[in-house]
């Protein structure tokens, strides 16, 4: 690959790599944002740097061939930004890359941090919020500038997403056949990654906005106080003024006039009327409270009221799951709740037993646990039937790697050497490659290889103890690269997984792994969650299988399995579904609908139909969830 870094004033120096119209081209400027030709595709966007104070764009020219890829850059800081991506990529792959390959990878480089950006522009916004609510009369000022500062800055990350967000969609569509198939689906994830950080952007406006109008709405309720204070005191003194007036009018028949005790008396009976009418208004406030509680204490109790029984999901609870039926189940893993199963209603029992009817009519074996994660109100099917796992075993594995690098044992930057022979299918071709490369292809585009890197390297550092420490059978992995095992095996797995990811707010490691599976390329129930309508984020690993000879139990590698962790609104859920069947088109709907099917029926996992979301004033009720920090999603809850 011929790669070029060059400001605008320097595009001269790109001629021995362009022809000469293509070079005047560039120097006229661009300004769509997308061009494709016959054997060249001509970007152009406004780079904004996020991580900076800058508020500055400058416009970046990318020029991208088979052979070439060219960066023109307007202004110094833009130069140095493309600079050090494309550095670090060369660096990592060895400087021999495709030019399709090392454009996806500057996108993905290009946009590395800002999901954490985006959290903590959230978490500044609800800090504010509580100020706005609570704080002093200079705090709240100090918030409305500080709104005025976001919504400028909002404004620049949408036109800025939308742009990439335009590019990567042109490139999926791939219109000149310039990318090859991986490299498109590539293109295909971050521009899904790029309509979500443009669906968070959007969402804090909304909150900007509505936090906006609470802050005004603030303001009109002081002015309210204030006018009603300036209302009782008038009211309290009009007999005064009554008084004060009968006795300016000066007319000459007035007996009190000329009475001794005229004075004392206007006095005393001055003092009455006021006392009279504070009393009044006290011994009617008082009544008004003997009926009811107070206005604040009703509201709190609204707010303290949807009370659950404590839960703590672990993998033990998953083990010692008992399941007698075939059928679909309810049952609980909450403890403290073993007398209280959800209850499906008719049409969500047929619904459910409907896709599993398409899976046994054709002897296909499915089995699922879906849990709600607050409450451990579950639905259970078949857990212990053993299928081919495929690629679903790289969610853990991925965790056991990073609990690796929590310990110190190895960093992301480590070596790892392969001892298996390579999949030909796969880009990991070299004889060693980093950990966090290697980690981030086993999940984000389920490469084989690189679990085998992986596995070469550290399965002997204690995979089977760390398999074992969550009563996972840890013999699983015995067969030669994947493994078969059951429902409830993947479930005790991906329990520990939830506990991981949610230490993601303090630990980078389970942060970057967070990251990792809401971007994987291929997720059976994300397409459910989409099919159910839920908008929720979706922490996966999927595996798929087609066996060609499927001649029985022990030379049947069909399968198709996903598990995840899902969050919808600050509720988390896990779902694991396990199935023997092959790889196909219609197997792939019918895993959705089956996904879709226990999705729609989450309502009855809550705690007695009282749903636990985000909180529902108006300034919060849009809350984004970003999916990036894992951590951030269940501090939600407890607001």
């Known amino acids: 690959m011929t790669h070029l870094v060059l400001p605008f004033h320097r595009m001269e120096e790109a001629a021995p790599y ?21 054997d060249f595709d001509l970007l152009a966007f406004d780079w904004y740097d996020i991580h900076s104070d800058r508020t500055e764009t400058a416009k970046i020219l990318v020029y991208v061939t088979q052979e070439a890829l060219f960066f023109f850059c307007e202004s110094q800081p833009a130069e140095t930004c493309v600079q050090g991506i494309m550095g670090e990529i060369l660096e990592q792959e060895g400087g021999d890359l495709p030019a399709e390959q090392a454009l996806s990878r500057f996108f993905l480089r290009l946009l590395k941090g800002d999901m954490d950006y985006l959290d903590r522009f959230e978490g ?52 000149n056949q310039l990318l090859t198939r991986p490299v498109r689906r590539r293109m295909v994830i971050l521009g899904s990654r790029m309509d979500r950080y443009l669906g968070a952007v959007r969402n804090l406006q909304d909150i900007v906005s509505q936090m906006r109008e609470a802050y005004q709405s603030q303001l009109a309720i002081q002015q309210n106080q204030l006018m009603k204070l300036f209302t009782v005191v008038t009211v309290v003194f009009l007999p005064l003024t009554l008084l004060t007036g009968w006795y300016g009018m000066n007319f000459v028949g007035m007996p ?40 604040e204490q009703q509201g709190a109790e609204q707010q303290s009221a949807p009370q659950t029984v404590a839960y703590d999901p672990t993998p033990e609870s998953v083990s010692a799951l008992q399941v007698s039926s075939s059928g679909t189940v309810p049952v609980t893993l909450n403890a403290a709740r073993a007398d209280v199963v959800p209850q499906l209603s008719d049409e969500q029992s047929a619904r459910i037993e409907e896709v599993v009817e398409s899976y046994t009519s054709n002897e296909r074996t499915v089995g699922f646990l879906f849990v709600n994660l607050k409450t451990g109100m579950a639905l259970a ?25 929590d310990d110190g044992q190895i960093s992301r930057d480590t070596q790892c050497a392969n001892t298996w022979n390579v999949d030909s299918g796969s880009t990991r071709t070299e004889e060693s490659y980093s950990v966090e490369s290697l980690v981030s292809d086993m999940i984000i585009w389920s490469d084989n290889n690189a679990l085998r890197f992986l596995r070469a390297s550290y399965d002997s550092l204690g995979f089977e103890d760390y398999l074992a ?18 429902t409830r095996t993947s479930a005790v797995m991906w329990m520990r997984i939830y506990q991981y990811l949610k230490q993601a707010d303090a630990n980078e490691n389970a942060a970057w792994l967070a990251e990792l599976m809401s971007e994987t390329e291929i997720s059976f129930i994300r397409n459910g969650v989409d099919q159910a309508g839920m908008d929720a984020v979706v922490y996966n690993k999927g595996g798929w299988c087609t066996d060609e000879d499927d001649s029985g139990p022990e030379g049947d590698y069909n399968g198709m399995c996903d598990s995840a962790i899902i969050v919808e609104r600050g509720v988390p859920y896990l779902l694991t579904i396990m199935t023997d069947t092959p790889y196909t088109e219609p197997n792939v709907e019918l895993f959705s609908d089956m996904a879709a099917a226990l999705l729609d029926a989450r309502w009855t996992l809550d705690d007695q139909a009282q749903r636990v979301m985000t909180r529902v004033d108006t300034v919060t009720s849009n809350v984004h969830i970003v999916p990036d920090a894992f951590g951030k999603l269940f501090a939600v809850e407890q607001k």
């Not at 100020?131 to 990350?157: C, F, M, N, P, Y």
């Open 381 to 405: 099917r078949d857990i212990d039937s053993e299928v081919y796992a495929a690629s679903s075993i790289k969610g853990p594995y991925a965790a056991y790697v990073c609990s690796l690098i």
């Open 124 to 175: 500044a916004v609800n800090e504010a919020e509580a100020h706005i609510l609570s704080g002093t009369q200079a705090t709240k000022k100090d918030v409305l500038h500080r709104i005025i500062a976001w919504r400028r800055e909002l404004l620049r990350l949408k036109r800025y997403y939308e742009q990439l967000s335009a590019i990567l969609d042109e490139l999926a569509a791939n219109e």
């Open 18 to 38: 362009l022809d000469p119209k293509r070079l005047h081209y560039l120097h006229e400027g661009q300004s769509e944002s997308f061009e494709s030709f016959e």
């Open 256 to 295: 009190e006039l000329t009475w001794k005790y005229g004075y004392p008396v206007a006095i005393v009976v001055s003092v009455v009327i006021v006392v009279a009418l504070l009393i009044f208004g006290i011994s009617t406030s008082v009544s008004r409270c003997s009926q009811g509680e107070a206005p």
């Open 469 to 486: 420490s969550m009563n996972a059978d840890p013999t699983i992995m015995d067969e030669k690269y994947f493994a078969h095992y059951s």
